[in-house]
């Protein structure tokens, strides 16, 4: 089964420039046309299923604008 | 049971501070790559930048480290007071095409002859972003912009300037590469450059630059991603990627 991985996009940073959404391997991206950004930025999503986490779009991103988390079958130790 | 981990978040030295760069411009990408580097090296607490004038002018409200801010080319003169007063911190310039190859032709010259142990992040966009466009000594042959509006003219206007190129011919050139933020591949080139440049200070092995392809989107009359594919197909042919000088000493670093 394909890894499963999921993004966050920030509101605060993201300019809807959609280098993200061009570089993403999977295409699961687009700028979500239905909400604007509190400076007025169309901001990008992720519309469908398929996001592996390769976290290929946050590099490329020149906001750092994207958190990118991925699932993992090791639990994830607990900082202390 | 699955669980979820966290691959990527945005680097902790960065300060909140959202980046007045236009959209999709490749500064910010240039942004992120140091702020990971030193947040990776454990450095941010002893990083002292220095912010040129041109469109980066504020980066000194983006980084979680200290920073100042020089006259307009002056950036290594700057670095090299700071570095030679205080030689336990880490200290960079970063500084667009204008900055540094105009300008501040002379200040980085001889910061790199006098091998001043210091990171220099240079970013060539082929224009005066922040001004609004006008031809920088990195223009390209026939290229377009609001001070060259038939294109520029080697004829009258001689041709783009390799900086890489001309510093790894001085003795005090320790690390000079060029690389390119234009796909996900050069940019993870461009920060293993970037953290080379930072080790080579660390390591007081000379100095150290890295030339950065970048984008100007908005004074390229461009979308964001039409801007990547110039970079690749015209910036690239006439500013080959590649190391010019890497010193026998920096070579063994490993990374
Ligand atoms: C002494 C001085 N001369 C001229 C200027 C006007 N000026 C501001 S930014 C700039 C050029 C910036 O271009 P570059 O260094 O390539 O940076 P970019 O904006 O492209 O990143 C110039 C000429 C100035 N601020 N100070
Ligand atoms: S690359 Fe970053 S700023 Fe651009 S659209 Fe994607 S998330 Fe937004
Ligand atoms: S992590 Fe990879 S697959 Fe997921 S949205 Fe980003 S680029 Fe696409
Ligand atoms: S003017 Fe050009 S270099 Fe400056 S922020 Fe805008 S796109 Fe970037
Ligand atoms: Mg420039």
Redesign the interface.
């Known amino acids: 089964m394909a890894v ?2 999921w993004i966050e996009v ?1 509101d ?2 993201c ?5 993200c959404i ?2 993403c391997p999977q295409g699961v991206m687009e700028l979500d046309m239905a909400r604007l950004t509190p ?1 007025g ?1 169309h901001p990008a999503h992720t519309f469908k299923e398929g996001c592996t ?1 390769c ?2 779009c ?19 130790p607990v900082p202390a | 049971m ?10 902790e030295a ?1 300060t ?1 501070m ?2 007045h ?9 240039a942004h ?1 790559l140091v ?1 990971e580097v030193l947040e990776e090296m454990g450095v941010v607490n002893k990083t002292i930048g220095v912010a040129p004038v041109g469109c980066a002018v504020f980066a000194y409200n983006y980084f979680d480290t200290d920073f100042v801010e020089a006259p307009h080319g002056r950036a290594p003169a700057m670095a090299t007071g700071i570095k030679r007063v205080l030689p336990d911190r880490v200290v960079f310039t970063y500084q667009g095409d204008g900055d540094l190859a105009s300008i501040g032709m002379g200040e980085i010259v001889h910061a790199a002859a006098r091998g001043e142990n210091i990171t220099v992040i240079f970013i060539n966009n082929a224009n005066y972003g922040m001004t609004g466009g006008q031809m920088a000594p990195t223009t390209l042959p026939g290229m377009k912009t609001t001070s060259s509006p038939n294109g520029r003219d080697v004829e009258t206007q001689g041709y783009p300037i390799k900086m890489s190129e001309m510093l790894s011919t001085l003795e005090g050139t320790g690390y000079c590469v060029r690389r390119s933020l234009h ?2 591949k050069n ?2 080139l461009a920060k293993k450059a970037i953290r080379t440049a930072f080790e080579t200070q660390v390591r007081g092995l000379g100095f150290a630059m890295v030339e950065l392809l970048s984008t100007c989107p908005t004074n390229w009359g461009m ?3 039409n801007s ?1 594919k110039f970079v690749e197909e015209h910036m690239i042919p006439a500013f080959p990627l590649g190391d010019y000088k890497i010193s026998d000493a920096i070579k063994q670093i490993k990374i």
Not at chain 1, 58 to 76: G, M
Not at chain 2, 21 to 29: D, K, Q, S
Request: glycine share 8%; net charge positive; proline share 9%.
């Open positions: 499963k991985g920030s605060t940073y300019k809807g420039c959609e280098l061009s570089a400076k930025y986490g976290a290929i946050a590099i490329v991103c020149p906001d750092a604008a994207i958190t990118v988390f991925r699932e993992t079958t090791k639990a994830v | 699955a669980t979820e981990n966290l691959v990527y978040e945005r680097p960065f909140e959202p980046t760069y236009c959209p999709g411009c490749t500064h910010g990408v992120r702020a796909d996900p940019i993870r979308t964001p991603v990547l």
